[in-house]
């Protein structure tokens, strides 16, 4: 599917991340939970994607880049309604995105410009902010019943010193902490989402360690390069399995 990518400059994109988001989640199950083990499924098709790509773009030009707002919660849409988990009793599972590309488009710029006038200063809330307002625009369904929804209760004020801290050990270390850094950044963020499921909430977490995560890119990297970019497959397999199993 590279190779077509390639050979059609390109045009063959949407068709090659249906493909490859069709395969992770086919080998993605999640549980167990009251329901059973959940197995994930994706049933988006390239050629309505490459249709939403073709008029998103076009949009997002002719408007000097202010569609891109309504172009992005429009593919996160997309997204979604295409992707479902399936429960071994039968239940089907789905989340819905209902923000729309105005409100997205303000919580963008009004956080953003706070960032820009404070030099960055600003950044941690800018992001719990805007992330918090994504997550509560996400609404989950069981059998087309609304059972429960998404919050992120991160700010910036415990955000900031963990990034300040974290961003100057990648540098003394020159960037040899990287990898535990991600770890840190990655627990905040999970361990700060709640997940509301009929009347129960549920608190994400990551119980990934930055030693082990180290040796894996590091190893990745070098056998990626070593064999010119064939390893990248067996890299990244090994990857998100680490990643989603320490959730």
């Not at 992707?83 to 710029?109: H, I, N, Q, S």
């Not at 992001?127 to 609304?146: F, G, N, P, S």
């Not at 950044?185 to 030693?211: L, N, S």
Request: proline share 2%.
């Amino acid at each position: 599917h590279g190779l077509l990518v390639l050979f059609t400059f390109g045009i063959y994109t949407p068709w090659f991340l249906c493909r490859f988001l069709e395969y992770l989640a086919s080998r993605t199950v999640f549980g167990p939970t009251q329901s059973g083990w959940v197995y994930v499924r994706f049933e988006g098709k390239g050629g309505a994607l490459f249709v939403k790509f073709i008029v998103g773009y076009l949009l997002t030009l002719l408007t000097v880049g202010i569609y891109g707002a309504w172009f992005l919660c429009d593919l996160a849409r997309w997204f979604l309604e295409h992707t479902e988990g399936v429960a071994e009793d039968g239940a089907v599972f789905r989340a819905r995105f209902t923000m729309t590309g105005g409100e997205l488009l303000f919580t963008f710029f009004t956080q953003y410009l706070l960032a820009f006038v404070t030099l960055g200063i600003y950044g941690a809330w800018a992001y719990c902010k805007v992330r918090a307002a994504l997550m509560d625009k996400v609404t989950l369904y069981e059998d087309d019943e609304v059972v429960g929804g998404v919050c992120f209760i991160g700010s910036g004020g415990t955000l900031f010193p963990l990034a300040v801290i974290q961003v100057l050990l990648c540098l003394v270390t020159l960037g040899v902490y990287i990898p535990w850094a991600a770890v840190r950044f990655t627990q905040y963020i999970q361990r700060h989402t709640r997940v509301h499921y009929r009347e129960r909430w549920f608190q994400g977490d990551f119980t990934g360690e930055g030693g082990p995560y180290f040796v894996l890119n590091v190893v990745g990297l070098l056998l990626t390069q070593l064999t010119l970019g064939i390893y990248v497959a067996w890299y990244y397999a090994k990857k998100r399995a680490y990643d989603t199993n320490h959730q």
